[in-house]
């Protein structure tokens, strides 16, 4: 095994452990001299450093571990704190929309008008302090009441959820005579 | 023929079909059906203890070749459509598909033994990074949602629920009590059979007030000639039925 | 920044997070053009390769991920643990290909190709994060949509769905051909 492949190896060898390996472990894989593994190593080390590598190797004690160059950790951060966007999805919208119209309700209320579970929707909501518990309801289960919060009314700059855009009734009588057309139709296919 | 082969070793009758005609070395374009059919319905039979759930799917296909089979034994009618299409076109074109994802299938299991060689590494990321959270910024969050476009969803969510509802089914309405009970009438016809002898089954029928009273009336009829209690004749269809009891005292 | 020190900042930044990373996240954290760190993450990706370095970059949809050479598998397996390796059957192997070819597809459109249920299967892959739900299909029973995941291409070494085999019946009947071969040989057993 030349010094190039050898190099190679134990380049894999650190990545993948990720932990401090010994110079002795390395050498019984490769069936090499201990000695040979150790010089590498440390022509290795060299190697990384004067070539202001984004990766090290980190000689702990007689072990050898792969790290990062110092100077990365401000990119992670940066990284870290990136402006994520959060954005309402559709689902979050409208489970939002059967709680402002609908408070108090409970998670299997949403439920059942959305025809899916709602639970990851309406912890999103809560997260974004769009929503809130407001207490359990008497009824087998005790299951919790939502509601929506003040952040919700500044965020559409109204006072209560009485000023929310009232729902029309003849609106409504409509979707439910559409609804019966379309199932007509379907019983004459 | 080879019976010993045991049909779980075949993923599927489309499976077992390629390998019936790959073993025949015929032509998948044109299959002798009937030599096929044979041999799968063989297969089929030597199965039989095989487990209902993989069965069905193979009973499926034995079905459609059975109908493939009568089709092309039956004489081709002249029709004025100048062809008319083999009968084995869809299956063709359904082993060709299913064939050419297995084919596909082995290629990728090549491939995935070559990527197994790689190894990763666990990511090692510091806990200050990792676990860092973005404070929600509600304004931004919010900023294109109006209460308009609030209540344009939920209108949307509700009628989504209307259309979810049957409105059939939920035309129905609740189920009620029947106001005819099949037991008050049977007493009241046991009773009254026996204080009149011959009477008719329009002459039951004066004075009932729904078509459940009909109904069950016509049930109680029935259910006392099983009993023989009474003895009916009808001459004619639909003339009146005649009823003579025999529980007159 | 100068392109010596972003290519050691991203090889950092990729020992660091162990999984795929976009360059888009990159080129925030480094307040520099994404074409720039697509362009130095290309370059350093040719130049592992033409060093022959125990480490490589891999490309996976539009992120990357560094990875270790495949040459030095057989080191490396007498030293580090084996990634746990699951045995596709080939039910499983119809099956996902099916999915990787025809995603986005329901699973009614795959029983249709195989002739058989694939419930279990699809659960299966998906239970292997080989597979992932879409959404669902806007169609009679909305059902659910199944397409491959990035581990997908992770284990099966291509960069997209793009690089997957062509399905040209020329080369299928190759295929069939080496797969009867390989059932002779199997069958000789």
């Known amino acids: 095994m030349d010094k190039n492949e050898m190099e190679s190896v134990i380049e894999g060898i650190l990545f993948t452990m990720g932990d401090s390996v010994e110079p002795g472990r390395i050498a019984k894989a490769l069936e090499v001299d201990k000695s040979e593994v150790i010089e590498c190593l440390d022509s290795m080390k060299t190697r990384y450093e004067e070539e202001n590598r984004g990766i090290r190797l980190m000689k702990l004690d007689d072990s050898y571990q792969m790290c990062t160059s110092p100077d990365i950790y401000e990119y992670l951060i940066k990284i870290a704190k990136q402006p994520k966007k959060y954005v309402l999805t559709e689902v979050l919208l409208e489970t939002l929309s059967i709680i402002a119209y609908k408070q108090p309700v409970t998670k299997s209320e949403i439920e059942k008008i959305r025809g899916v579970s709602c639970g990851h929707a309406v912890n999103k909501l809560v997260e974004y302090n769009l929503v ?10 005790r299951p919790m009441l939502f509601g929506t919060t003040e952040d919700f009314l500044r965020s559409f700059g109204v006072s209560s959820i009485e000023e ?11 979707f439910k005579q559409e609804a019966e057309e379309e199932a007509k139709v379907a019983l004459n296919i | 023929m080879d019976l010993n082969f045991k049909l779980q070793q075949f993923e599927g009758p489309l499976d077992l079909l ?8 015929m ?18 039979r030597a199965m039989k203890e095989a487990n209902l759930d993989v069965m069905s799917e193979f009973l499926v ?18 029709t004025e459509d100048e062809e008319e299409e083999d009968p084995r076109a869809e299956l063709v074109k359904q082993l060709l598909e299913y064939k050419m994802y297995k084919c596909i299938s082995y290629e990728l299991r090549d491939r995935q033994v070559d990527a197994n060689n790689v190894y990763f590494k666990v990511p090692t990321i510091p806990d200050e990074v990792s676990k860092y959270e973005q404070p929600v910024d509600l304004d931004e969050l919010m900023s294109d949602i109006t209460l308009s476009k609030l209540n344009a969803i939920f209108n949307s969510v509700i009628k989504r629920q209307e259309n979810r509802v049957d409105p059939v089914r939920s035309k129905f309405g609740k189920i009620e009590k029947e106001e005819v009970s099949l037991e008050d009438k049977m007493n009241y016809m ?19 007030r729904s078509k459940m009273d009909t109904i069950v009336t016509f049930l109680v ?29």
Chains 1, 3 share one sequence.
């Open chain 2, 190 to 208: 046991l009773e009254f059979a026996r204080h009149n002898r011959n009477f008719s089954f329009r002459q039951l029928l004066e004075g009932q």
């Open chain 1, 164 to 174: 929310l855009p009232e729902l029309n009734p003849v609106q409504i009588e409509e």
């Open chain 2, 27 to 44: 032509d998948i374009f044109d299959i002798p059906i009937v030599e096929i059919t044979a041999q799968y319905m063989e297969y089929i």
């Open chain 2, 221 to 249: 009829i029935l259910e006392m000639m099983k009993a023989g209690q009474i003895f009916i004749v009808q001459e004619n269809t639909f003339d009146d039925i005649k009823i003579e009891s025999k529980m007159v005292a």
């Open chain 2, 18 to 25: 390629l390998h019936l005609i790959d073993k025949n070395k």
């Open chain 1, 132 to 141: 809130t518990e407001l207490g359990r309801l008497d009824a087998p289960g």
């Open chain 2, 61 to 78: 296909m034995a079905a459609t070749l059975l109908k493939i089979k009568s089709k092309m034994l039956l004489p081709i009618e002249e």
